[in-house]
């Protein structure tokens, strides 16, 4: 028992001498924990902010911006350029309504490049004239707007870049070119439709557009390939046009073709090439409403066409404009017997055909009176040509008797002699 009481106290000591041990490894562990996590928290940071991209570029001064939305709005700024300090992030970018007049080539090229704008609507922003390469850069702009500008020049270039032949496809989706015919006064002397055409079949840039928007622009015609660079189109809009047939442009390589707006134009008669290329398409809806049909019997396969079909939305509400005793008659109640060509001009002919009845006259009246009033002169002018007629018959007939009487040929060649 002795032994053992005096082993005791040295067995405490020994296990409070570990125990002092323990305490002093937890509190250097604990001590130095919190330095190795703030070491590495910075590190992370350090790590972080190399990989992150720069800070967004400010807001220029005119303009609006919400980088949550990622939309820059300058709208009804009077700005004449446009902006050179917009923010790499922005995606929706609104120029409407200021006063660019130019817009040239490489208008948006930015460093950084603005990769993530894909809506650019440009609408009413008097601009006359878009250069070649106007858009390079934007690699992922989907939808542009330059409707309500009255475009002078459009460059065939505009939307393929300077040169179409080497330039990458343009990644346009929509493109809406809503009234943007210009002034009489400042077209050139050359066709407007012509020039939009241009740019729209240059090289095959705009081969991925899906919705064009052509309304409101007086196109009278559609050029023959106007729509031959555009395989992949869904929407077309012409609505509001002054067109009066679609014999010359083609519709036969539209086969993605949903909708195709010809309202309020002034069309009067679609053709049979025209009805057979609608009909091809396997996905089309089209509208007709507010043309001025003529109901005579250049309609006749249409109508049947109307009756047989179901691609054209609302054909009920179709109705004849002309002739008069046609008016307001729907299409799809008439029969063939009620087209017939009525041999009497139109009242507008008619009236044509009596002004110049009128002019004519009038004509003969003056020829007249002059003739009147120099009568003395003519007469005098007729008798002396009756007279030398006169003396150059008789020449003639005194010769035919001398050489017609041998006697007389004889004295004559005598007294040659």
């Not at 002019?359 to 003739?371: P, R, Y």
């Amino acid at each position: 028992m002795p032994g053992g009481c005096s082993r005791s106290p040295a067995a405490g000591e020994g296990r409070l001498r570990l125990a002092r041990l323990a305490l002093v490894l937890l509190g250097w562990v604990s001590s130095s924990s919190p330095t190795s996590s703030a070491s590495s928290s910075a590190l992370s940071l350090v790590s972080a902010a190399s990989t992150q991209p720069p800070l967004p570029g400010h807001c220029p001064p005119p303009c609006e911006c919400s980088e949550a939305a990622r939309t820059v709005k300058c709208v009804n700024r009077n700005l004449t350029v446009v902006p050179a300090d917009l923010p790499p992030y922005v995606r929706n970018l609104f120029l409407t309504g200021n006063q660019l007049a130019v817009l040239p080539a490489g208008a948006f090229a930015r460093r950084p490049p603005l990769a993530e704008l894909a809506a650019l609507n440009l609408s009413g922003s008097h601009l006359n004239e878009v250069r070649a390469g106007a858009f390079e850069h934007l690699a992922s702009l989907r939808q542009l707007d330059l409707s309500h500008n009255p475009l002078v020049n459009l460059s065939p270039y505009a939307f393929s870049g300077s040169n179409a032949s080497v330039s990458a496809p343009s990644p346009l989706v929509e493109l809406m070119l809503n009234h943007i015919l210009p002034p009489a006064d400042k077209r050139q002397n050359r066709s407007f439709e012509g020039m939009v055409a241009a740019a729209l079949r240059a090289g095959q840039a705009l081969r991925g557009l899906r919705r064009l928007e052509l309304a409101s622009n007086d196109f009278i015609y559609l050029p023959r390939d106007v729509l031959a660079q555009l395989p992949g189109l869904r929407h077309l809009d012409l609505r509001n046009n002054s067109l009066v047939s679609l014999t010359y442009v083609s519709f036969r390589n539209l086969t993605y073709l949903e909708s195709l707006h010809l309202e309020d134009n002034a069309l009067k008669v679609l053709h049979n090439g025209t009805l057979a290329e609608l009909q091809g398409l396997p996905h089309v809806s089209v509208f007709l409403d507010n043309n001025p049909w003529v109901c005579d019997c250049h309609m006749t396969d249409m109508v049947a066409w109307l009756k047989e079909t179901e691609i054209v939305q609302g054909k009920s509400r179709l109705t004849c404009t002309f002739p008069e005793k046609m008016r307001d008659r729907v299409l799809l109640q008439l029969n063939s017997s009620d087209l017939d060509c009525d041999p009497i001009l139109p009242p507008s002919l008619q009236t044509s055909y009596v002004f110049l009845g009128i002019v004519l006259a009038l004509i003969g009246a003056i020829f007249l009176l002059v003739l009147y009033l120099n009568r003395k002169g003519i007469k005098k002018w007729m008798h002396n040509i009756r007279d030398a007629c006169r003396d150059h018959m008789e020449g003639y007939h005194y010769r035919y008797e001398i050489n017609a009487d041998p006697r007389l040929t004889n004295l004559s060649s005598n007294s040659d002699v």
